[in-house]
């Protein structure tokens, strides 16, 4: 019994001699005098100047604590720290460190750093010299002799709850932060292949999650760097999240998973996007329908440009091909894009039209049939211009009596009924939307209860309208005006109107005076062909005179 308690004792008193030496250890090891060292190991590694501010040894936990660590930015981006933090955490190994005073990093624990990420109009990076040749031209003289990147590794590396700005370079547009950045790197080396994890807040909301396998390291520019990658957001806001230039009026929350691989020349992205809310115009308002689109994108990273190989739009059960280019120049992109989309159901699209910047008549609704379109999409993204055919078949205007809004020219038709909705049977256009406004040609509009109407025609930025129309009236009871003046389809002539106020509240005005040519022509051939009718002349056109 007196055995046991004597080994107790001894192994109590050995306990606290190693723990007097572990709180001792640091007291006799200036980990300080290791500053200069890790400092140009640092810098040599990265190409950048490093700086550090104290450095404090845990032997219980065998790290090194340093405090206010700076590296510097490339000089021809920016003059302020590429990277901060308050905190750094180097794991070691301690017997190397205490026998022989050789430091053998570990682990590597960033804490809330703020990153600035800078991209000039060449395309090149802020970080693309990390690590490069021609940084390290750039080093004093005395740090040349030290190691080089590819000595140094480290078997984790992580930041914690950082903050990530990405911004252009000599840019006073306003730059995006990314909150609540974490990374998790094992077996990091410049020169062979490592995991990695990434997970950041959006601007705007949402999150994502890239993980992978990169490098080696590009010795020559860190952003060729070769990758393979998933990633994954949700409710991402378009207009927020920096991927997309604001002045294009592009907006809407998505959800995004695919995968990205790059060789650091060539990469290709391939996954699904759906959105909810899209908006596509600056003067449209969100839709009420969720779009998904599937893609694959081929990039040439040095030329900055790519092409769409696969662009699947579904709009419900309605669908669209995207395909064509895409090239950036300085500050933004220039699309060269074709989008082809046969025999859509109307029912699918309309919900589409506000995102457009389409207005319908107040209190209206495309219902029923199709539409066809094949369009071209080009110009930078703040200033695309669209132009193309587009084709509507047997669909119907709900909530809208064109015949009633005609005014004037429904005598024509022999007064028909009205009706509250607009049938329609075939429509055709050439359209062109550009920032300065949308026109119309070659407008071909066939109406059964009215006849065929033609023109074209202009709509402002703000919706105003400015349209020359002629109308074939074929509609109403037989022996009708149109019939007895000769300015029916029997002629090839027409009655000429105007359509003017805005797209919510158009009005239809009739050019009286072209109206009156032809129905004092209809009456004298009329006449010279001996018919006759107490209704053909111009009176008759605008209602018989009223008597006193």
Same mark, same amino acid.
């Given at each position: 019994?007196?055995?046991?308690?004597?080994?107790?004792?001894?192994?109590?008193?050995?306990?606290?001699?190693?723990?007097?030496?572990?709180?001792?250890?640091?007291?006799?090891?200036?980990?300080?005098?290791?500053?200069?060292?890790?400092?140009?190991?640092?810098?040599?590694?990265?190409?950048?100047?490093?700086?550090?501010?104290?450095?404090?040894?845990?032997?219980?936990?065998?790290?090194?604590?340093?405090?206010?660590?700076s590296?510097?930015?490339?000089p021809?981006?920016?003059?302020?720290?590429f990277?901060?933090?308050?905190?750094?955490?180097?794991?070691?190994?301690?017997?190397?460190?205490?026998?022989?005073?050789?430091?053998?990093?570990?682990?590597?624990?960033?804490?809330?750093?703020?990153?600035?990420?800078?991209?000039?109009?060449?395309?090149?990076?802020?970080?693309?010299?990390?690590?490069?040749?021609?940084?390290?031209?750039?080093?004093?003289?005395?740090?040349?002799?030290?190691?080089?990147?590819?000595?140094?590794?480290?078997?984790?590396?992580?930041i914690?709850?950082?903050?990530?700005?990405?911004?252009?370079?000599?840019?006073?547009?306003?730059?995006?932060?990314?909150?609540?950045?974490?990374?998790?790197?094992?077996?990091?080396?410049?020169?062979?292949?490592?995991?990695?994890?990434?997970?950041?807040?959006?601007?705007?909301?949402?999150?994502?999650?890239?993980?992978?396998?990169?490098?080696?390291?590009?010795?020559?520019?860190?952003?060729?760097?070769?990758?393979?990658?998933?990633?994954?957001?949700?409710?991402?806001?378009?207009?927020?999240?920096?991927?997309?230039?604001?002045?294009?009026?592009?907006?809407?929350?998505?959800?995004?998973?695919?995968?990205?691989?790059?060789?650091?020349?060539?990469?290709?992205?391939?996954?699904?996007?759906?959105?909810?809310?899209?908006?596509?115009?600056?003067?449209?308002?969100?839709?009420?329908?969720?779009?998904?689109?599937?893609?694959?994108?081929?990039?040439?990273?040095?030329?900055?440009?790519?092409?769409?190989?696969?662009?699947d739009v579904?709009?419900?059960?309605?669908?669209?091909?995207?395909?064509?280019?895409?090239?950036?120049?300085?500050?933004?992109?220039?699309?060269?894009?074709?989008l082809?989309?046969?025999?859509?159901?109307?029912?699918?699209?309309?919900?589409? =039209?506000?995102?457009? *910047?389409? &207005?319908?008549?107040?209190g +209206?609704? !495309?219902? /029923?049939?199709? @539409?066809?379109?094949? $369009? %071209?999409?080009?110009?930078?993204?703040?200033? =695309?211009?669209?132009? *193309?055919? &587009?084709?509507?078949?047997? +669909?119907? !205007?709900? /909530?809208?009596? @064109?015949?009633?809004? $005609? %005014?004037?020219?429904?005598?024509?038709?022999?007064?028909?009924?009205?009706?509250?909705?607009?049938?329609?049977?075939?429509?055709?256009?050439?359209?062109?939307?550009?920032?300065?406004?949308?026109?119309?040609?070659?407008i071909?509009?066939?109406?059964?209860?009215i006849?065929v109407?033609?023109?074209?025609?202009?709509?402002?930025?703000?919706?105003?309208?400015?349209?020359?129309?002629?109308?074939?009236?074929?509609?109403?009871?037989?022996?009708?005006?149109t019939?007895?003046?000769?300015?029916?389809?029997?002629?090839?002539?027409?009655?000429?109107?105007?359509?003017?106020?805005?797209?919510?509240?158009?009005?239809?005005?009739?050019?009286?005076?072209?109206?009156?040519?032809?129905?004092?022509?209809?009456?004298?051939?009329?006449?010279?062909?001996?018919?006759?009718?107490?209704?053909?002349?111009?009176?008759?056109?605008?209602?018989?005179?009223?008597?006193?």
């Amino acid at each position: 019994m007196r055995l046991n308690k004597r080994y107790l004792k001894i192994a109590g008193i050995v306990v606290a001699v190693v723990l007097v030496i572990l709180i001792a250890l640091p007291l006799f090891i200036n980990i300080n005098s290791f500053r200069p060292k890790i400092e140009s190991e640092v810098t040599n590694a990265l190409g950048r100047p490093v700086t550090l501010r104290d450095l404090s040894l845990s032997i219980l936990n065998g790290t090194v604590g340093v405090d206010d660590i700076s590296i510097a930015d490339d000089p021809a981006f920016s003059k302020t720290p590429f990277v901060t933090a308050q905190s750094l955490k180097v794991g070691v190994e301690l017997m190397p460190l205490i026998f022989s005073k050789q430091l053998n990093v570990t682990g590597i624990e960033l804490d809330e750093p703020q990153i600035t990420l800078l991209r000039a109009a060449n395309g090149t990076w802020n970080f693309s010299s990390l690590g490069g040749a021609g940084a390290k031209k750039a080093l004093e003289p005395e740090k040349q002799g030290a190691s080089t990147p590819q000595n140094f590794s480290v078997a984790k590396l992580e930041i914690k709850d950082g903050k990530l700005t990405f911004g252009k370079a000599n840019s006073t547009s306003k730059p995006q932060v990314y909150d609540k950045l974490n990374v998790e790197v094992k077996n990091f080396s410049f020169t062979s292949q490592f995991p990695f994890e990434l997970t950041v807040d959006l601007p705007g909301g949402g999150n994502a999650n890239v993980s992978g396998k990169a490098g080696p390291i590009n010795s020559q520019d860190a952003a060729k760097t070769p990758l393979e990658a998933s990633v994954k957001a949700n409710n991402m806001d378009l207009a927020a999240s920096g991927f997309i230039d604001p002045a294009s009026g592009f907006g809407g929350v998505a959800d995004f998973d695919g995968t990205l691989n790059s060789n650091g020349s060539q990469a290709k992205a391939a996954g699904l996007v759906t959105c909810d809310k899209l908006k596509l115009s600056p003067k449209g308002s969100p839709a009420s329908k969720k779009v998904t689109i599937k893609y694959a994108v081929t990039a040439d990273l040095d030329q900055q440009a790519g092409t769409i190989t696969q662009g699947d739009v579904a709009i419900g059960k309605a669908t669209a091909q995207l395909t064509g280019g895409f090239q950036t120049q300085g500050e933004t992109q220039v699309l060269n894009l074709k989008l082809s989309a046969p025999n859509m159901p109307v029912d699918e699209l309309e919900a589409m =039209l506000p995102a457009l *910047g389409v &207005v319908l008549p107040s209190g +209206s609704q !495309l219902q /029923g049939g199709t @539409l066809s379109t094949e $369009l %071209g999409i080009t110009g930078p993204v703040d200033k =695309l211009v669209i132009t *193309g055919p &587009v084709r509507l078949a047997n +669909s119907k !205007l709900a /909530g809208f009596d @064109l015949g009633s809004k $005609l %005014g004037a020219l429904s005598a024509f038709t022999g007064k028909a009924p009205a009706n509250g909705d607009t049938s329609i049977q075939n429509a055709s256009l050439n359209a062109r939307v550009a920032p300065e406004g949308t026109r119309a040609d070659a407008i071909n509009l066939t109406i059964p209860a009215i006849g065929v109407i033609t023109g074209a025609g202009t709509v402002s930025p703000a919706g105003g309208l400015d349209f020359r129309m002629v109308a074939d009236l074929q509609g109403g009871r037989p022996g009708g005006l149109t019939e007895r003046a000769g300015i029916g389809s029997s002629t090839g002539s027409g009655i000429p109107f105007s359509i003017q106020g805005t797209t919510s509240n158009p009005s239809f005005v009739p050019d009286v005076g072209s109206v009156a040519g032809h129905v004092a022509k209809g009456a004298l051939q009329n006449a010279v062909a001996g018919k006759t009718g107490g209704n053909t002349g111009v009176g008759g056109l605008l209602g018989r005179k009223k008597p006193k």
